[in-house]
């Protein structure tokens, strides 16, 4: 089980595919706010509400200079056809071998009817556009998360 990073220490790098098999790394959006939302599966209720609630409010984020960036082990493949069947707008990024998901922490030992496992905690980084952690929500609701970051953007852009 990994730990999620520490607030105000420097966010850890990474290089993942899109849904294009394009390579995406946190380097590429230096001087930008970027949101990190990890999530279990493509396509299952809560991951298609959070998806879809980020997509809806995708044009504030780009107001507030900032991008939102899906993390899943599903692979490109499974991205494109939630991407297509959704309408979403945030990037998806693959990472089947959980790499990137345990170096943030969001890879955790969780239950199911008794049964435990290892899978992807529903979480979020924020990362601010110096590439510092500037806040975390180590477990997410889905719901009405995409205008709680939304909201803690802002109250961060205030400040400065």
Not at 111 to 137: A, H, N
Request: glycine share 6%; net charge positive.
């Amino acid at each position: 089980m990994s730990k999620m990073p520490e607030i105000g220490s420097k966010a850890p790098s990474f290089t993942l595919p899109d849904a294009g098999e394009k390579p995406v790394k946190l380097e590429d959006f230096r001087g930008k706010w970027v949101v990190l939302y990890f999530y279990p599966k493509d396509n299952t209720s809560g991951c298609t509400t959070e998806a879809l609630e980020f997509t809806a409010a995708i044009d504030n984020f780009k107001k507030l200079n900032a991008v939102v960036l899906g993390v899943s082990p599903d692979s490109c493949k499974s991205h494109v056809k939630f991407i297509e069947k959704q309408g979403l707008k945030v990037l998806l990024l693959s990472d089947p071998a959980h790499e990137m998901i345990e170096k943030y922490g969001a890879w955790q030992e969780k239950s199911m009817y008794g049964r435990k496992y290892m899978g992807v905690q529903r979480s979020t980084v924020l990362v601010d556009p110096e590439g510092v952690v500037k806040y975390i929500w180590p477990k997410v609701k889905a719901r009405g998360h995409a205008a709680a970051v939304e909201q803690k953007i802002n109250a961060f852009s205030m400040k400065k």
